[in-house]
């Protein structure tokens, strides 16, 4: 078949209806070109639409959490919840009427790479089991790194009689009053949900493999009257969001180039626990040995004091086993329990190994993964070609808000669209090469982090112990960087395929 000449249901089919997916659409929207936007959940939202744990709320200040280009005047608290950011997002949507080009219930289970024809082929699931085919031009990957839930390895834990809940899975209508319930984790997730069920709860059970580094969180109100005069004045808004990346920036310079910074922060933060914990072998069992911002630094005024409770354990000791009634540790001890909530985090690799996407010559996208996923500015990699990641390998941030990288993203990703149309190609990719030689500048740069150097093992490293998930760097030099990237690094191949009229 003549690729001038292939059926194109869609220019581009964006998968995910997070801020990833929701800010492709609005920026295809302007562009004039078609696309559609598969979400297999029933609304908007992603991770905020899917979090709903007691005390979900976000780590970045809320007016650095909104798009550039939609700024939120009406923010309540200095850092939003997990419902206001949801309702944001919503609105963004019904703004720049962006859901009638949203298909619900509908799950993309596998993608082919057609290279004599330069499409991909998507198969997708919908809510009655049947499967239907598109075929794309392009194909934007908006899913994000943490949704598919990280489950642990726990012998027996099938056999558990009682309520078992991931923290990303949570029954909003789950009670806690009067039960017994142990938490799996100590990571961000905990941290913010530990405080209210050890409220509700009868009592209550951490299960520790590693403390966390939790500093105080400033949290104040915005009053109604700042609010209004963010919103007439929105120059003092914008001064606001300016303020508060400078003083994130900042933050980069420790995580990235001086650990020896975050060494000096940590005396200061085991001060705090020192101060909030009185009892000697809980105080012991709290700091950690590793230098703060080696793993996620989480933000609590709760937390502490929830962990100083009587009626709240933290245990250090390894889990071996579970049975009907709870689970063992290493030291003989049974924890019999009515609920086990699992802060265990998220499987980085899984969240794209499960698309199931195969490109060039037979390469499996989960596959590579796996091996270590090459990758140029987690915009697009080598063997997938007219395949585009938003918040991909090595773009999220230990320092400040993600949603910079997104739209740098995705203004990178409009401009390779462009250029392949521009000269009338069928495919872009980037070179194989070139996104070799970037990896191996992230590994080197990466060696001088808190990450590596901070003495602790994070989800932020591969089994190889190569950060696969964190930008070295700061945010406008990624911005630069993505702007200033030079077409000579892509390979453009092929003729243009049209796209149906009959879609």
């Known amino acids: 078949m003549d690729p001038m000449q292939t059926p194109v249901d869609h220019d581009v089919v964006i998968i995910g209806s997070g801020f990833s997916g929701i800010g492709m659409a609005i920026a295809l929207k302007k562009t004039g070109r078609t696309f559609t936007v598969l979400e297999k959940a029933h609304d908007i939202g992603g991770t905020w639409r899917d979090n709903l744990y007691p005390g979900c709320a976000c780590d970045v200040p809320s007016h650095l959490y909104s798009f550039s280009f939609e700024p939120n005047p009406y923010w309540s608290r200095a850092y939003a919840t997990a419902d206001e950011i ?48 598109l075929v794309a031009g392009a194909v934007v990957l908006g899913v994000g790194a943490l949704h598919e839930p990280s489950l642990p390895d726990i012998p027996g834990l099938e056999t558990f009689a009682g309520e078992v809940m991931h923290t990303a899975s949570w029954d909003p209508g789950a009670s806690m009053f009067g039960r017994t319930v142990g938490i799996i984790g100590t990571g961000a997730s905990a941290v913010q949900a530990i405080p209210l069920l050890a409220e509700d709860a009868d009592h209550l ?11 105080p969180k400033v949290d104040p109100e915005y009053p109604d009257g700042l609010q209004d005069a963010y919103d007439k004045r929105p120059w003092l808004m914008k001064l606001h969001r ?49 230098t703060m911002g080696c793993k996620r630094i989480t933000f609590s005024n709760a937390y502490y004091p929830a962990l100083a409770r009587e009626d709240v354990h933290v245990e250090t000791e390894h889990i071996t086993g579970a049975d009907a009634r709870g ?20 499987d980085v690799a899984g969240s794209y190994r499960h698309l199931n996407f195969t490109g060039t010559r037979g390469h499996d996208l989960g596959e590579d ?20 990641f938003l918040l991909g390998p090595n773009t999220a941030l230990g320092h400040t808000s993600v949603l910079m990288m997104i739209e740098a993203q995705i203004a990178l990703t409009l ?71 030079e077409m000579v690094d892509y390979e453009f191949t092929g003729s243009r395929a049209s796209v149906s009229s009959s879609r």
């Open 86 to 133: 949801q309702d944001y997002l919503l609105y963004v949507v019904e703004k720049y009427d962006v859901r009638g080009d949203v298909q619900f219930d509908a799950q993309v289970t596998r993608g082919v790479y057609d290279e004599s024809l330069r499409v991909w082929h998507l198969t997708v699931l919908g809510s009655d089991g049947a499967e239907r085919h």
């Open 205 to 215: 059970t951490v299960f520790q493999r590693t403390p966390a580094w939790v500093l």
């Open 242 to 290: 300016t303020k508060i990346k400078a003083a994130n920036e900042l933050r980069a310079i420790a995580f990235t180039r001086a650990p020896a910074l975050l060494k000096a922060a940590s005396l200061g933060a085991a001060a705090n626990i020192r101060r909030s914990v009185k009892d000697p072998e809980l105080r012991r069992k709290l700091i950690p040995d590793y």
């Open 327 to 346: 689970l063992t540790t290493a030291d003989g001890a049974r924890h019999d329990l009515d609920v086990l909530v699992l802060a265990t985090g998220f």
């Open 369 to 388: 993964w796996d091996a270590g996923i090459t990758s140029y500015y987690g915009v697009t990699v080598p063997h997938f070609p007219n395949l585009f």
């Open 415 to 485: 401009r390779l669209l462009d250029e392949r149309d521009r000269r009338r190609a069928g495919a872009v990719q980037v070179r194989e090469a070139v996104a070799q030689a970037h990896m191996a500048t992230l590994d080197r740069r990466t060696r001088r982090t808190v990450w590596i150097a901070g003495g602790c093992d994070s989800w932020y490293l591969d089994q190889f112990g190569r950060n696969r998930v964190l930008w070295p760097g700061s945010v406008p030099e990624y911005e630069r960087a993505t702007r200033r990237t």
